[in-house]
């Protein structure tokens, strides 16, 4: 549930091919638990560092749409599609900046994988000057950084204060406590090409446009 009261609202990036319950069941939950007023969800259009995706930026989109179709919590926010160059983060947060001025908290979620690759990201060193990071957890991922200097990094900026988040415009980490959805859209392309049922891993309006438009099989 959207909560319109709070001034702290998230992006969700991603490449959504497809969208499924293991981004939006974690985020649901994490959005009670640091009381989000929405979170706008941001397919990219040419994913910096992965194998381009199958599905092309319309469907995706639809896809996202159909998603997040009846509830308030979720919008979608299609201007990383409208770019051909890469969906680097951190010049769609520079440009939103620009939008909502320099006071605001916004905040940017993540899966736990996303954080151990972080500082592999354009720029990376800047994202934290435009934004918090919330965390959602992710089965299979260390919850520690791979080096010590990476801990470090995460260690200065860790809160695990919401009230932060909301009093601040930018430069925390959060480690929310989400539920773990062993879902991933690889695993969904991987067993529809192999013609097998998703029907629990994504929700059922995005299963009927796969279908009806036969992606990934
Ligand atoms: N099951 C999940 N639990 C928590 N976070 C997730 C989960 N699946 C994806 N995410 C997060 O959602 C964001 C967008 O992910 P993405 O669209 O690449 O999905 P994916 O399932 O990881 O895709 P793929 O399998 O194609 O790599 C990333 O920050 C990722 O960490
Ligand atoms: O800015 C970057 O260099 C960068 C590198 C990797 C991923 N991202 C963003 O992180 C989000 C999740 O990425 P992905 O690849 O897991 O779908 C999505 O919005 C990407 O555009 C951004």
Redesign the pocket.
Known sequence: MANSKSRLSAL??????P??Y??LK?VEALAKQVALRQVTIMPNNV?PH?PQPLANSQQRKTMVELAIEGNPLFRLDDRELQRETPSYTVETLEQLRKEIGAEQPLAF??????LLSLQRWHRWETLLTLCHLLV????GYSLAMNTPAEQQWLDEHQTSSVEQLHSQPAGKIYLAQ?P????????I?QRLEQHLPCDDLLPPAVAEFIRQNQLYC
């Open positions: 969700y990036g991603g490449t959504f091919d969208i499924h293991g981004h974690p994913p992965r979620i993540i899966g736990q994988d996303s959602c957890q992710r089965l989400t773990m959805v062993d879902i991933s859209a690889t695993l392309r």
